[in-house]
Structure formats: C-alpha cells, structure tokens
C-alpha cells in the first residue's frame, strides 16, 4: 500500500486522485478552503489545443482534448460541453487563419473554415457586420464547468477510498534527510505519507519556497464577465479579434477577453459587475451578439493564471526532495485528463517520457531531472 497526500483540490489535483485511488493507494486529499474555489472556478474554461507549441505541449494538449469524451463517459454529469468552438475572422487576418487551419489540419486535429453563410448556419447569432470575413470551426473543441467536474472526480475517488478534507491549509513541508517527513496544516496538525503532491494553483510557489524547492512562477489576473440571462442563440465558444465569450448555462454568456486582462491591475482580485473592465468586455461582445445590446452584466470573476514563469507546466518530483511532487499549469482545463493520468502513473514509479519536459530541474542551473 503506497500512501499520497494531494494538496490542493483544483482541477489538477482532483485529476490526480481520481487517477490514482485504489485498493492499493491510500490518497488524502487537502484543500485550503473549498474544493474548485481556486483558479479552477474563476476560468473560462475552453478544452483546447489551438496554437500550442512546442509540438510536445501541443501533443499534451491535443491528448487532454480527445481524452474529454471518455472522462465524461466514465464520470457521468452534464460538465462537458462539446460544442466546438469558432474563430472569426476580418479583412487581412484571413490569410493567418486559413495558414492557422491547414497547419492544424495537417498535424490531424480537426479543423474547417466556414464562410459566412456556413457562419450564419451554425451560429444565428451572431452579427458580424458586412465585411469580409472568414471563420474556423473547431470541432472537437468544448468548454466545461470546472467546479462540477472536480465534484464527480472527488466522488469517485472516495467512492476508492479516498479522503477528501476542506478547510485543511497546509502552512509547511516538514523537510528531514531531504524527504518531507510531515505535512503540517494551519490547525496544527501533522500527517504524514509516502508521497505528497503539490498542487496548489498559484499558492504552489510559496510552499515550494519555504521547503527551499525553486518553482519560479508569473501570476496574472484574467477577468470573466457574465451576462444575466438571456434568449440568446449562441452556442458554441466564439473566439473574435478582440473578444472571446461562450455559453455559461441557462442562457448566461461568459465573456473575456486577453486584451482587457493585459491593462488589470496584477493585484486585483474581484470587481464589481459594473466596473469599466466589464463594460468594455460587454460592449466589445455586444458588437458581434445582438441579444447582448440591451443585457448587463450579473457577475464578475477575477481568476489567477497559476502558470510556471516559462509558461510550460511543471511537473515533477522536487530536485531536492524525492518524496515532493510538485504539479502547476496553465492551460489546466485542456491538460486535466492526460496531467491526471501521467502524473498518478509517475506517483506510482512508472516515469512518464511525455512529462521529462516539464521537470522542475530546468528552474535550477546544474540539476538534472
Ligand atoms: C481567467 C482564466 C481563464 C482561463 N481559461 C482557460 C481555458 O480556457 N482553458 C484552459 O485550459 N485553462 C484556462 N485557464 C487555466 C486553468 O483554469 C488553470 O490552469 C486550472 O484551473 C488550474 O488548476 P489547479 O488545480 O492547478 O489550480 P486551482 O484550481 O487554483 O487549485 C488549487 C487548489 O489548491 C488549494 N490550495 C492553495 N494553497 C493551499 C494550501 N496551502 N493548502 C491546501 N490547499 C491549498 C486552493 O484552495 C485551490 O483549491 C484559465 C485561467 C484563468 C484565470
């Protein structure tokens, strides 16, 4: 029997203990307040491999995307949304896009383009004016609801035999003879197992800190705007030129938009649902989704992208510590699957080659993997 503390219940995490609970795996997992209270519940949430590189991480994401439909399958529940998504676009960026499809299609993730009669077959909605345009369709892309996602994944792991406790802030790694010989939590409270994964969102680098492991990472905020319901006939994720947005259930749209979340103050972490941010986001989505002309927005969200400073995830077992596996990523909605599977096979010695990348050694000039 190999026991695994999982510290933090993300999506990632979750992934990671429903992967790895078993007759054989004693898995606790700990989470500081909630489980899917962190980045995981505050993303837009979109199963993508577009645009990814190197080809190693575009293969991880483009495994994470084709795994979606058996997670659903084995997991039950109505989180996964397999609507595909469309890129729209105007006037001088058709050439990149039509370049964007045929690279795609090469590398067999499908892909078409769609002129605006195809647009406006699929998409009613939309209005995008009469200029020329050309759009994508990606349809093997989804999005999904995280927080439910992670609930079906802990139910399953405990229904293996995994604890799951809440309110359970680990404040150290209690590090002896380079192995983490306790986890001590807020409380005061000591447990202790053969193997700890952390997989902490963004608080990841602050307890790799105290336990002296390097995992430099770059925090930023990203905002999510949504709409009160509406009658809307959007549905698919839609993806213009300055503007994302897709359906967020019973008629709601989620809206965001990289460009915004570059002008965010670093420190913010909520706002109100009328501050400015969030009247641009509805006004720039408003210019190409009708039924959002006379909507306001009912919420905002402010979520931290938790990704390592290269952008690349991190995942390994610390260089200093051989019991302490540290497991950070953007793009965690897309990687959820393959991360959980890959990453419970190497908990359990069976070193994966798609995850010698990512190794936190890179971080630490003269270390090896
Ligand atoms: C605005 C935005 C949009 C995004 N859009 C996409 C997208 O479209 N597609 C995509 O693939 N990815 C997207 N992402 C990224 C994706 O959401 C994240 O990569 C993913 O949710 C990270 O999951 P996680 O489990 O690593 O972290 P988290 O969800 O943050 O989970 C970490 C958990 O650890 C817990 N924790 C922290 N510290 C401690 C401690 N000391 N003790 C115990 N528990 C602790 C927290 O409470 C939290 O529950 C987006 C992110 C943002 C912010």
Redesign the pocket.
């Known amino acids: 029997m190999v026991s695994v503390i999982v510290?933090?219940?993300?999506?990632?995490?979750?992934?990671v203990a429903y992967h790895l609970a078993g007759p054989d795996v004693e898995v606790t997992v700990?989470?500081?307040?909630?489980?899917?209270?962190?980045?995981?519940?505050?993303?837009?949430?979109?199963?993508?491999a577009q645009e990814k590189s190197p080809a190693g991480y575009f293969a991880l994401?483009a495994a994470?995307v084709a795994a979606y439909p058996g997670l659903a399958a084995s997991l039950g529940g109505d989180w996964y949304h397999p609507v595909g998504d469309i890129t729209i676009s105007l006037g001088p960026a058709m050439t990149k896009l039509q370049e964007r499809v045929d690279r795609h299609a090469d590398l067999g993730y499908p892909a078409r383009t769609l002129d605006r009669a195809g647009l406006a077959a699929l998409e009613p909605g939309l209005d995008l004016g009469p200029e020329e345009l050309l759009a994508a369709h990606w349809e093997a892309e989804a999005?999904i609801d995280?927080p439910v996602l992670?609930g079906r994944l802990l139910a399953a792991a405990r229904a293996a035999g995994a604890r799951v406790l809440s309110r359970?802030?680990?404040?150290e790694l209690e590090v002896h003879g380079g192995h983490v010989r306790h986890v001590r939590?807020?409380s005061g409270d000591r447990l202790s197992a053969d193997i700890v994964l952390i997989?902490?969102?963004?608080?990841?680098e602050?307890?790799a800190r105290r336990a002296g492991v390097t995992l430099p990472m770059s925090p930023?905020?990203?905002?999510?705007a949504i709409s009160e319901p509406l009658a809307t006939g959007v549905t698919r994720i839609v993806h213009a030129a300055d503007v994302a947005l897709r359906p967020d259930g019973a008629g709601r749209l989620m809206i965001?938009s990289r460009e915004i979340?570059a002008t965010l103050d670093p420190s913010v972490r909520e706002m109100a649902p009328d501050a400015d941010p969030c009247r641009e986001l509805l006004a720039r989505a408003a210019r190409i989704v009708p039924d959002l002309r006379s909507a306001r927005i009912e919420a905002a969200?402010?979520?931290?992208?938790?990704?390592p400073a290269d952008g690349m995830p991190a995942a390994g077992f610390a260089p200093v510590i051989e019991n302490a596996y540290f497991?950070?990523?953007?793009?965690?909605?897309?990687?959820?699957p393959v991360l959980g599977r890959l990453v419970a096979a190497e908990l359990l010695g069976d070193r994966q080659p798609e995850l010698e990348p990512y190794r936190l050694s890179r971080f630490v000039a003269g270390a090896s993997g």
Do not use: K, M, Q, Y
């Not at 510290?7 to 992934?15: E, I, N, T």
């Open positions: 510290v933090g219940a993300g999506l990632l995490g979750s992934s700990l989470d500081a307040g909630r489980p899917g209270g962190g980045t995981s519940g505050a993303s837009f949430a979109w199963v993508n994401n994470g999005w995280p992670i359970a802030s680990v404040v939590l807020a997989a902490a969102g963004e608080s990841s602050g307890i930023t905020p990203g905002l999510l965001s979340d969200r402010v979520g931290i992208r938790s990704v497991l950070v990523a953007h793009s965690g909605v897309s990687l959820t």
